[in-house]
């Protein structure tokens, strides 16, 4: 398959929309709210004091005030998708190397052209032994919608669009972070299982945090009524629940890396080990009688 020529993602269409959101529906963001709460659950389980954080993507300020009540004596910046950088693009973010020492980004990454160039930028910002978290769609997430609108399209047109975005499997998301140079990468998902009573009201959701497709070239083919409501019934006959309610799956991925420091823990070297974990497992031992080799 050749190579898409320009970008796969229409940022100018996702801030119009997110623009949008925040006139329309300020408070209709419960996924963002979900996504939210379980970075800074994240967030929690280390015991380092941070004193520079910057957070990309918090349009609400909610991040930001949680962390400044735990962090009381941190710097904290924000930059929003909305906001006006240098370079006009969250994935060179105008500020200097070594400039922080946590990096947190929400609902972003999955949604930008070069990923393993954010994460290096994003790397590249935080001082050594910096933390950086993120949190945003992967994996399986509008499996269900991605199946009906493509079997509707199918149907009705002989051939289907891309009308969701590829998402970062969890698979590649350490596999990401190491390229990008971070030490002690993680890469982990929650996933919601939501129910709506419509597609329509799935739809309301994804735009009221901004998310309906902003893939730029393979989604310019007008979604006419006809597909749109063999997509619904598609999806109430395959994805519905006893309740008759159908069903949403959304995959959170989380992806958290350090800058790499020296006081860093390292694996041990092969063959450095003083005990075998064969013996720690035999039953034939009592406990302690594991001798080192």
Same mark, same amino acid.
Request: no cysteine; net charge positive; aromatic share 6%.
């Given at each position: 398959?050749?190579?898409?020529?320009?970008?796969?993602?229409?940022?100018?269409?996702?801030?119009?929309?997110?623009?949008?959101?925040?006139?329309?529906?300020?408070?209709?963001?419960?996924?963002?709210?979900?996504?939210?709460?379980?970075?800074?659950?994240?967030?929690?389980?280390?015991?380092?004091?941070?004193?520079?954080?910057?957070?990309?993507?918090?349009?609400?300020?909610? %991040?930001?005030?949680? %962390?400044?009540?735990?962090?009381? !004596?941190?710097?904290?910046?924000?930059?929003?998708?909305?906001?006006?950088?240098?370079?006009?693009?969250?994935?060179?973010?105008?500020?200097?190397?070594?400039?922080?020492?946590?990096?947190?980004?929400?609902?972003?990454?999955?949604?930008?052209? !070069?990923?393993?160039?954010?994460?290096?930028?994003?790397?590249?910002?935080?001082?050594?032994?910096?933390?950086?978290?993120?949190?945003?769609? &992967?994996?399986?997430?509008?499996?269900?919608?991605?199946?009906?609108?493509?079997?509707?399209?199918?149907?009705?047109?002989?051939?289907?669009?891309?009308?969701?975005?590829?998402?970062?499997?969890?698979?590649?998301?350490?596999?990401?972070?190491?390229?990008?140079?971070?030490?002690?990468? %993680?890469?982990?998902?929650?996933?919601?299982?939501?129910?709506?009573?419509?597609?329509?009201?799935?739809?309301?959701?994804?735009?009221?945090?901004?998310?309906?497709?902003?893939?730029?070239?393979?989604?310019?083919?007008?979604?006419?009524?006809?597909?749109?409501?063999?997509?619904?019934?598609?999806?109430?006959?395959?994805?519905?629940?006893?309740? &008759?309610?159908?069903?949403?799956?959304?995959?959170?991925?989380?992806?958290?890396?350090?800058?790499?420091?020296?006081?860093?823990?390292?694996?041990?070297?092969?063959?450095?080990?003083?005990?075998?974990?064969?013996?720690?497992?035999?039953?034939?031992?009592?406990?302690?009688?594991?001798?080192?080799?």
């Amino acid at each position: 398959m050749p190579a898409p020529e320009g970008p796969l993602f229409d940022r100018a269409l996702r801030r119009r929309r997110r623009r949008a959101r925040r006139a329309h529906r300020p408070d209709a963001d419960y996924l963002r709210a979900e996504t939210e709460r379980r970075l800074l659950d994240r967030l929690a389980d280390t015991s380092r004091r941070f004193t520079d954080i910057l957070i990309i993507g918090d349009p609400a300020n909610r %991040v930001r005030d949680a %962390v400044a009540g735990r962090y009381t !004596d941190a710097r904290i910046t924000v930059l929003d998708e909305l906001q006006v950088t240098l370079s006009g693009d969250l994935r060179a973010p105008p500020f200097a190397a070594n400039s922080f020492d946590a990096v947190l980004s929400l609902l972003d990454l999955h949604a930008i052209d !070069d990923l393993p160039g954010a994460l290096a930028q994003s790397r590249t910002m935080l001082r050594p032994d910096g933390l950086f978290l993120a949190a945003f769609p &992967g994996g399986e997430t509008l499996g269900e919608l991605r199946y009906a609108l493509m079997q509707a399209e199918l149907e009705r047109r002989g051939g289907a669009t891309a009308r969701i975005v590829p998402l970062v499997d969890i698979r590649d998301a350490g596999a990401l972070l190491q390229r990008a140079g971070f030490a002690l990468p %993680v890469a982990d998902t929650d996933r919601l299982d939501l129910t709506y009573a419509h597609l329509l009201d799935l739809i309301a959701d994804l735009r009221a945090i901004g998310e309906t497709n902003p893939l730029m070239r393979s989604s310019r083919s007008p979604l006419d009524r006809t597909i749109f409501l063999r997509t619904a019934e598609i999806y109430a006959e395959t994805f519905a629940d006893p309740r &008759g309610r159908i069903r949403a799956t959304f995959d959170l991925l989380f992806m958290t890396g350090w800058k790499p420091d020296p006081s860093q823990p390292r694996p041990l070297a092969p063959g450095s080990a003083r005990s075998r974990l064969a013996d720690a497992l035999d039953p034939t031992k009592p406990p302690g009688d594991q001798k080192p080799r």
